[in-house]
Protein backbone atom coordinates (compact mmCIF):
# COMPACT_ATOMS: atom_id res chain seq x y z
CA UNK A 1 0.00 0.00 0.00
CA UNK A 2 1.66 2.94 -0.71
CA UNK A 3 3.26 5.14 2.14
CA UNK A 4 3.80 8.72 2.97
CA UNK A 5 6.04 9.83 5.72
CA UNK A 6 5.81 13.13 7.95
CA UNK A 7 8.61 13.51 10.33
CA UNK A 8 9.42 17.14 11.77
CA UNK A 9 12.90 17.35 11.90
CA UNK A 10 13.56 18.66 15.07
CA UNK A 11 11.35 15.91 17.20
CA UNK A 12 12.88 14.88 20.39
CA UNK A 13 10.23 12.33 21.18
CA UNK A 14 10.59 9.97 17.86
CA UNK A 15 13.77 10.81 16.19
CA UNK A 16 14.23 11.57 12.81
CA UNK A 17 16.07 8.71 12.18
CA UNK A 18 13.08 6.25 12.66
CA UNK A 19 11.09 8.14 9.96
CA UNK A 20 14.01 8.06 7.33
CA UNK A 21 14.71 4.07 8.46
CA UNK A 22 10.73 3.70 7.82
CA UNK A 23 11.48 5.18 4.21
CA UNK A 24 13.98 3.34 3.33
CA UNK A 25 12.03 -0.05 4.44
CA UNK A 26 8.89 1.13 2.06
CA UNK A 27 9.01 -1.45 -1.12
CA UNK A 28 10.01 1.09 -3.95
CA UNK A 29 6.75 0.94 -5.70
CA UNK A 30 4.83 1.65 -2.58
CA UNK A 31 7.03 4.85 -1.61
CA UNK A 32 5.99 7.95 -1.95
CA UNK A 33 8.35 11.43 -1.25
CA UNK A 34 8.07 12.21 2.70
CA UNK A 35 7.97 15.30 4.21
CA UNK A 36 10.84 16.12 6.45
CA UNK A 37 9.41 19.35 7.75
CA UNK A 38 11.88 21.93 8.51
CA UNK A 39 11.62 23.73 12.26
CA UNK A 40 8.94 21.23 13.56
CA UNK A 41 9.23 18.63 16.31
CA UNK A 42 6.96 15.70 17.21
CA UNK A 43 3.19 17.80 17.67
CA UNK A 44 3.37 20.68 16.25
CA UNK A 45 3.98 20.13 12.13
CA UNK A 46 0.12 22.26 10.99
CA UNK A 47 0.30 24.47 13.40
CA UNK A 48 -0.09 27.85 11.92
CA UNK A 49 -2.12 28.86 8.78
CA UNK A 50 0.78 28.77 6.50
CA UNK A 51 2.24 25.04 7.78
CA UNK A 52 -2.06 23.77 8.11
CA UNK A 53 -2.13 24.73 4.20
CA UNK A 54 1.17 22.63 3.29
CA UNK A 55 -0.23 20.25 5.26
CA UNK A 56 -3.34 19.90 3.21
CA UNK A 57 -1.40 20.66 -0.15
CA UNK A 58 0.88 17.66 0.69
CA UNK A 59 -2.06 15.01 1.66
CA UNK A 60 -3.30 16.10 -1.49
CA UNK A 61 -0.48 15.15 -3.50
CA UNK A 62 -0.68 12.12 -2.11
CA UNK A 63 -4.08 11.22 -1.89
CA UNK A 64 -3.53 12.26 -5.81
CA UNK A 65 -1.26 9.26 -6.07
CA UNK A 66 -3.67 6.81 -5.58
CA UNK A 67 -4.46 4.20 -7.73
Known amino acids: CPVFIIHGKKDVEVPIEHGMALQANVPQDCR ?13 ICDGGEMMREYVRRLEVFVKSLD
Do not use: L
Open 32 to 44: RDPWWVEERGHND
